[in-house]
Structures are given as structure tokens and as C-alpha cells.
């Protein structure tokens, strides 16, 4: 039993009565100097509650995804800007022309300088053959090869551009190989100097040490960066070597190739200025068939690259002799393969100097 003192003043008391029949609640305490206790809202402390989630990055999301659109764009609209900016030729002959199961385009490179008034001569002659489940071939005409040209008797075939242009020139080389021309580049002296510039050099890796007067060329052996000056030169040396103009062929597809892997390098394709340098300096340097689409030649260049590296051939055109005569059975069985698609099949006939193993 509790003291049965006086009712305590504080209002307490109750704590202590257990009285039966007698209301154990608390009773209100209005004017209580105690607040009320901090309770967690209702259905906070139920188990297996989840907690509240993290909102995504939602506005970091969406920006990488513009900067990726936004980039894409760039990198179709800059080469469709360039596109215009080619000139267009005439190389279609008259005439019915060959029929082949696989694509091939010529590239050309001609001696004209700047301020010359003729048409000059192509120093450079290749091929390139892709399609038709084979590995893509890139091949080299020496520029000094008797052919017959049409309406001009029988002479070196560099001089076919200069009697007629790019349709004689086609029709050059498609009535002495069986093979259709379904595409045409052509690129000056100037124009390679400035496309190599343009992509800040490229590496050649001469076997030797060079010194062409002719050419203007002195070059350590080795791999080395090198500009278009001397990428030029290099390209064009035939006195330096014995093989001569094999060796200038040989020397041609190497800075080709060199040209494809620095335009294709994630330092052009990743810097947008570069890109854009080198992608409207090209266009400016190149002269195309007026039948060449922007899609057929993306293709040409995309299957170039891949000739010049580990999925495609580069050979010379099958020679007899370092007089550069053709031996036409090898000759014949070689392009008889580039027009069927055969390519995977060229086997020895397929070498870097053009001579028999």
C-alpha cells in the first residue's frame, strides 16, 4: 500500500497506485513540463522494409549520349562537306567494257605540277581488286610496261593519260588485264605532299640508306617519321635502286598504306581540327571518276587500307624480266584470278617485285 499522504501536487501519484479497479492510464498532462517523446511515423518499424531509393544520374546519362550523337554527326557531316569539294573527271571509254564477278578501281598519280600546261604523265599506276570472297589485291603497273594503246600503237603505258586522259588510261588497262575499271582516283605531286603534311608525317622504313639526286631524296635506312616532301620523294626514287622502277612500285604501295594507317589513327579520327584538316586537304588533293559515288569510294578507301594491311595482297603486276616486260601466261592466269574473285588463290603468282619465285 503507497503512503496515504497528501495527493502529490506534481500530478505523479498515479505511478504508484495499483489499486485495483482503478484506471492504470496516463492521464493528460496539459500543462506537463516534459514534451512528448520523438515516435517514428507509422509503419517505419515494419521488417523486411525497403529502403528508400537512389534517384539515377539521369542528366549525366543524357549528356553522354548528346556528346555521342553530336560526335557522330561530326564525323558524317565533316566527309560529306569534303565530298564537294572534289574535283570530278571524265574516265569512262567508249565502247563495251568487261564484265567481272569483283570490283576494281584505278589510282593514278601523275607527274603534273602546278604550273604546267599539259596534262602530263601518271607516275604512278595501281590496282586495286576487291570482292568475291578473296582477300583484296593491291597491284602495281610499272609505269614504263610496253602495252598497246588504243589509237597509239604500242609504247609505255604512262603515256596513255597523257595521248587521251583518264578514259584512255582505263581503256589501257582494261583492254591489256581482262579487267573491268568500276572506279578512278587520280592525285598530284602537290596534292600527296599536302595530304602527308596534313596528317602531320608518316613512318616509311627504308632498308637502306638512300641518296637520289633526281628525286632530291637522302634518307637514312630505318623506320622514321617523314613529310610530305620527303614521303614524296621517296615514293617517286627509281636511280637509288637496281631494281629501278620496281623498286619505286614497291616504295609507292608502302606510302600508301602508311598514308591509310595515319588518316585511320584514333590521333586523326579523335581530333576533330586534324580531322577536318585532313579530310578537306584530301578532297582538294583527289580527283574522282564522275560516276563515283561518296559510298563507293568510302568502300575503296576502307578496302584499300585493308589490301595494304594483314587481310589483303600487294603485288606487282607478273614481270619477265627487270626490263619490266609483262610474262603474259603468268600475267594472264594473275588477272584471270583478280576477275574471278580468285584471289585466295594467286599463290606465287602474287610477289612484291613481280619476278617468278
Same mark, same amino acid.
Request: proline share 8%; net charge neutral; glycine share 12%.
Given at each position: 500500500? $503507497? ?5 502529490? $501536487? ?30 517514428? $511515423? ?9 529502403? $528508400?531509393?537512389?534517384?539515377?544520374? !539521369? ?83 610499272? !609505269? ?22 583518264? +578514259? ?79 623498286? !619505286? ?16 589513327? +584514333? ?45 589483303? !595482297? ?44
Amino acid at each position: 500500500m $503507497p503512503p496515504s499522504g497528501p495527493k502529490d $501536487p506534481d500530478g505523479y501519484d498515479w505511478l504508484y497506485d495499483d489499486q485495483p479497479g482503478r484506471s492504470s492510464a496516463r492521464p493528460a498532462a496539459s500543462g506537463s513540463s516534459i514534451p512528448p517523446p520523438n515516435l517514428p $511515423p507509422p509503419g517505419s518499424g515494419k521488417r523486411g522494409a525497403k529502403p $528508400p531509393k537512389e534517384r539515377k544520374p !539521369r542528366g549525366r546519362l543524357r549528356l553522354l549520349w548528346l556528346v555521342l550523337v553530336a560526335w557522330i554527326a561530326f564525323l558524317v557531316l565533316v566527309p560529306v562537306v569534303a565530298w564537294s569539294k572534289i574535283t570530278k573527271v571524265d574516265a569512262t571509254p567508249d565502247g563495251e567494257r568487261p564484265q567481272d564477278e569483283t570490283t576494281t578501281w584505278v589510282l593514278a598519280g601523275t607527274d603534273k605540277r602546278p604550273k604546267d600546261k599539259s596534262r602530263g604523265r601518271t607516275d604512278t599506276i595501281l590496282l586495286l581488286t576487291y570482292g568475291g570472297g578473296g582477300p583484296s589485291v593491291l597491284t602495281s603497273i610499272p !609505269r614504263d610496261s610496253i602495252v598497246d594503246i588504243p589509237g597509239n600503237g604500242r609504247t609505255k603505258i604512262n603515256a596513255a593519260y597523257a595521248f587521251g586522259g583518264p +578514259p584512255l588510261l582505263v581503256e589501257t588497262i582494261e583492254s591489256e588485264t581482262g579487267l573491268g575499271v568500276d572506279g578512278y582516283v587520280e592525285i598530284g605531286f602537290t596534292g600527296l605532299e599536302d595530304v602527308v603534311d596534313a596528317l602531320g608525317g608518316i613512318e616509311v622504313c627504308p632498308k637502306d640508306d638512300i641518296k637520289d639526286k633526281d628525286a632530291k631524296l637522302n634518307i637514312k635506312e630505318g623506320c622514321q617519321e617523314v613529310d610530305g616532301k620527303t614521303a614524296l620523294a621517296y615514293s617517286r626514287s627509281r636511280k637509288a635502286f637496281a631494281s629501278g622502277d620496281i623498286a !619505286r612500285g614497291q616504295n609507292q604501295r608502302e606510302v600508301i598504306g602508311a598514308i591509310g594507317d595515319a588518316a585511320l589513327s +584514333p590521333s586523326t579520327v579523335l581530333n576533330p581540327w586534324k580531322f577536318t584538316r585532313v579530310a578537306t586537304t584530301t578532297a582538294e588533293s583527289l580527283a574522282v571518276g564522275d560516276d563515283v559515288s561518296m559510298f563507293s569510294f568510302g568502300r575503296f578507301a576502307w578496302k584499300l587500307g585493308k589490301a595494304m594491311g594483314g587481310d589483303g !595482297r600487294s603485288c606487282t603486276v607478273p614481270i619477265a624480266d627487270m626490263s619490266v616486260q609483262w610474262d603474259r601466261e603468268r600475267a594472264v592466269e594473275y588477272f584471270k584470278h583478280l576477275k574471278d574473285g580468285t584471289t585466295d588463290e594467286l599463290g606465287d603468282l602474287c610477289t612484291q617485285d613481280g619476278l617468278r619465285k
